[in-house]
């Protein structure tokens, strides 16, 4: 029988220490640093107003809560992914955060084509995902770890054929909808199924592909029809085009948009050609409210610019998040979707938030004018 000398058996007790030590620190008995939240946005690309500004919002929600101490004693931490505003991308981005990141909630997309997309990957993978402003009806219908803090299109819609009728009195208005934008042809239907009466018809229906940059020939098509209004269901880049050309055919009707408009860019490209335009949205920075004022203040303070819709959207859905994890005392997924779902009358910058059996809150709309190349208030409309 070999017998072992006194400085190998120590040498052998001191590895094992060493690697029970090292096994005990990076194992899953003990809780990481950080709580890690995802965020997918179009940081670059066509819509890069969009993530930028919900980017915003994000991020001074989570700045706001670290400095009170986080949440469940933990550190809150944010990973951003750019989905460049491309098709496709938001699939590859959300996968990289649930499987490498290993994030508790994804927060994302402001726009409804690129959530659809990534809705059903955080649904496999039971992470709960809030959307900021992916108004189209079918996103929470992915399933039932998909929410949004946001009203939803057939809302939306029907707020702009109300609008449109009852306080411009308009009787012929003609829409413009993109073909490749989920949100837009939503949006169409609706405002077409709300505005139609006996006493008010649509008067031409045209089409286009996002990233054209010509509209004239379907403009001169609603000239033609005798259009005396039209719905642009779109977002900012197009519809600064559109009003533009709109005008230098002679074109003075008003042009009616969405939340999709709401962007500074539109007011750059567009300049004096949005006077007069009318969009919703879901925020605007003129009211009264306390928590508006003090959200402002604060938003003002931290980015040296004024609050917009995008941006309070971003921080409404990451304070929530927030507010769920406490809630459910626990980063699993499937506590934080029920902590989720049963949120009732969340005091939420943009309205209080209460969930209904299909994960969509039940909010008021605004409806904004150009006026003088800024956003101005006009009427607060409720469901």
Known sequence: M?????????????????????????GCDRKPDTIKLGEFASMTGKEAVFGQNVNKGTRLAIEESNAAGGVLGRTLELITEDDQSKPGESATVVKKLISRDKVVVILGEITSGRTLEAAPIAQAAKIPLISPGATNVEVTAKGNYIFRICFIDDFQGTVMAKFARDTLQ?????????????????LAKYFRERFTSASTVIAAEQKYSEGEKD????????????????????????????????????????????????????????????????LSTHFSPESKAPVVVAFNE???????????????????????????????????????????????????????????????????AVVLTVKNGTFTFVQDVSP
């Open 2 to 26: 070999i017998s072992a000398s006194r400085p190998f058996i120590q040498l052998i007790a001191s590895v094992l220490v060493t690697t029970t030590a090292l096994l005990t620190s990076s």
């Open 170 to 186: 308009l009787k012929r208005v003609a829409i413009l909808s993109s073909v490749s934008s989920a949100q837009s042809v939503g």
């Open 215 to 278: 509209f004239r020939a379907q403009l001169t098509a609603i000239k033609a029809a005798g259009a005396d209004g039209i719905f642009v269901p779109g977002y900012y880049a197009e519809a600064a085009l559109i009003c533009k050309q709109a005008r230098d055919l002679g074109l003075t009707l008003p042009l009616l948009g969405v939340d999709g408009w709401e962007s500074p860019d539109l007011l750059a490209i567009a300049g004096a050609a949005a006077e007069g335009c009318y």
């Open 298 to 364: 604060r938003y003002q303070k931290r980015w040296g610019i004024s609050a917009n819709a995008l941006s309070v959207l971003g921080y409404d859905a990451t304070m929530l998040a927030i507010d769920a994890i406490r809630r459910a005392g626990s980063t699993d997924g499937a506590k934080i979707r029920d902590a989720l779902a049963a949120t009732q009358d969340y005091p939420a910058v943009t309205g209080a938030i209460t969930f209904d059996a299909n994960r969509n809150p039940t909010k008021n």
